[in-house]
DNA sequence: TCGTACAGTGTACGACGTACGGTGTACGAA
DNA sequence: TTCGTACACCGTACGTCGTACACTGTACGA
């Protein structure tokens, strides 16, 4: 199946399945996977759009290559530093590039099968943790602890309608107090004015539950 | 707006905003979001397909509402016990609605603006912390930290390809470990060995990974 | 010179969301 | 009894979607 004899051509004419899928990124980060359809996808490439199924057997294997294209984004634990730190980094880089791609996300919960850079990654943060002292066992419980606290910080983060802090002070009196009658939502009133008061960084918060669970972590893991 | 008169009508005739979002519901619970469209919710109903118009202003008012009935199914923070306990409760019956229809988490990051059932709960969870002693601060903190595990678990769990145990091993050895082979991917093998050995409970592995959360909050508490 | 594989296309079909302009019925007022 | 109005609902039509299918031109090996 490999090893296809390629004509010789200008470097970038012509389509190619790289080509295909990073046009598509760029297209579903400009405007949601909501904009992204192959007759577009195919006009921003200068082709008709029966040329694209030349490259992708149909709209869902190219959802499936977008992602993975995603995945690689993703920095791997670095190995020369301990296993906190190595965490950190890949968790705070999967953060950012899921930032970067947000649809990204939503598209993850319909993908069944992972692809070769999402399993390599996954390949590096288990031998990262298994070299820090856990277990077999503990490494998956930390595993899906991890993926499912950066997940899910990603999912809230991408529905936030604000990307600034001003928009937020904006955003929260605006809209969103006119809402919450404080008889009914005293406690989100509460917290909704403390936050317009302090500010609000989401990478701050990010870190402030990541360091929580690597924290937890550290005791069950048998150091060496 | 409100206060609209009702003529009277046989109790379960005709449609009603009400009728329409759970028959949605059902519809896409049993085939996914991609699966629901206004004509085949409109003939499930009965119906033609633009009466459903007179009931929601758009496809998107539609989902809107979805998730919020979905998240009026969530369990509230017991009042009468400890926090741990009650967030415990809440957790485990946000996993169970969300493993329930599966198409709501990956609709969050789309919609940006909560319901009014998304927040009643936001108000019961924060009066839980803060009655446990947290600050306003340490309340959102533990907000975003418990949300963002329960999303992320969900939706790992929402995309995993297998439901029972048995499957699980099935597919594991079918479909997983052939492609992973064992001198790139020592780790992954290993604990997909390791899996099918012991077997693997889902739920199991939610209650860890929000214990070791819960565990690690306790101290950050002011107790009164 | 010719057959074959590659790379790309045009047309057409059924489904989608929904704008627009209806229709019948029930009710309050006259 | 009549009639205007508001409600609940619907048929048609438009533009867009994914993609099956049949097609074309070009480059190369034989």
């Given at each position: 199946?490999?090893?296809?004899?390629?004509?010789?051509?200008a470097?970038?004419?012509?389509?190619?399945?790289?080509?295909?899928?990073?046009?598509?990124?760029?297209?579903?980060?400009?405007?949601?996977?909501?904009?992204?359809?192959?007759?577009?996808?195919?006009?921003?490439?200068?082709?008709?759009?029966?040329?694209?199924?030349?490259?992708?057997?149909?709209?869902?294997?190219?959802l499936?290559?977008?992602?993975?294209?995603?995945?690689?984004?993703?920095?791997?634990?670095?190995?020369?530093?301990?296993?906190?730190?190595?965490?950190?980094?890949?968790?705070?880089?999967?953060?950012?590039?899921?930032?970067?791609?947000?649809?990204?996300?939503?598209?993850?919960?319909?993908?069944?099968?992972?692809?070769?850079?999402?399993l390599?990654?996954?390949?590096?943060v288990?031998?990262?943790?298994?070299?820090?002292?856990?277990?077999?066992?503990?490494?998956?419980?930390?595993?899906?602890?991890?993926?499912?606290?950066?997940?899910?910080?990603?999912?809230?983060?991408?529905s936030?309608?604000?990307?600034?802090?001003?928009?937020?002070?904006?955003?929260?009196?605006?809209?969103?107090?006119?809402?919450l009658?404080p008889?009914?939502?005293?406690?989100?009133?509460?917290?909704?004015?403390?936050?317009?008061?302090?500010?609000?960084?989401?990478a701050?918060?990010?870190?402030?539950?990541?360091?929580?669970?690597?924290?937890?972590?550290?005791?069950?893991?048998?150091?060496?």
């Amino acid at each position: 199946m490999s090893g296809k004899k390629k004509r010789q051509v200008a470097p970038d004419a012509g389509l190619s399945k790289q080509r295909v899928v990073m046009e598509a990124i760029r297209i579903a980060d400009r405007e949601g996977v909501h904009g992204l359809s192959m007759r577009r996808l195919a006009g921003a490439l200068g082709a008709g759009a029966m040329s694209l199924y030349y490259y992708v057997a149909n709209k869902e294997e190219l959802l499936d290559a977008m992602i993975d294209i995603v995945f690689e984004e993703i920095e791997l634990p670095p190995a020369e530093t301990d296993w906190q730190s190595a965490m950190r980094r890949r968790a705070a880089s999967t953060r950012q590039v899921l930032a970067r791609h947000p649809w990204a996300i939503s598209l993850m919960e319909s993908r069944t099968s992972p692809g070769p850079a999402n399993l390599r990654h996954r390949e590096a943060v288990t031998a990262c943790l298994r070299g820090a002292g856990f277990s077999v066992l503990m490494a998956t419980h930390a595993n899906w602890l991890l993926d499912s606290y950066v997940y899910g910080f990603a999912l809230q983060e991408a529905s936030l309608p604000f990307d600034t802090a001003d928009e937020l002070a904006n955003m929260t009196e605006d809209v969103y107090l006119p809402q919450l009658p404080p008889d009914e939502f005293p406690y989100l009133n509460e917290s909704a004015a403390a936050l317009v008061a302090a500010g609000y960084d989401p990478a701050e918060e990010f870190i402030f539950g990541l360091g929580l669970i690597l924290g937890a972590l550290e005791p069950l893991r048998a150091s060496a």
